[in-house]
């Protein structure tokens, strides 16, 4: 990637795999063809090489909307305390 990109992300095992199957979900679900595998390598820093600016800005939106949801989830699981029904 571009010095421009690495912010995003740290190294390839700061994206949990939770994030990555929901980042893979999310951009199988868009419009128009799906993400090659070895872009997804290569984004993921997996391997070197580069990406496309569509197929980056497609794994890029998918992995926004991913941790979106994800943040969203955990958000609620924390506002919403477990209690016991059978006391």
Not at 6 to 20: C, G, K, M, R, Y
Not at 78 to 83: E, T
């Amino acid at each position: 990637m571009c010095d421009a990109c690495e912010f995003e992300f740290t190294s390839p095992a700061a994206v949990s795999a939770e994030l990555i199957i929901r980042m893979r979900t999310i951009e199988v679900a868009m419009a128009g063809a799906p993400v090659a595998e070895e872009d997804w390598n290569v984004f993921l820093g997996r391997a070197g090489g580069s990406i496309g600016w569509t197929q980056y800005e497609r794994m890029l939106l998918s992995r926004h909307k991913a941790a979106q949801d994800l943040s969203s989830e955990q958000s609620l699981a924390r506002a919403s305390p477990r209690r016991c029904d059978a006391i």
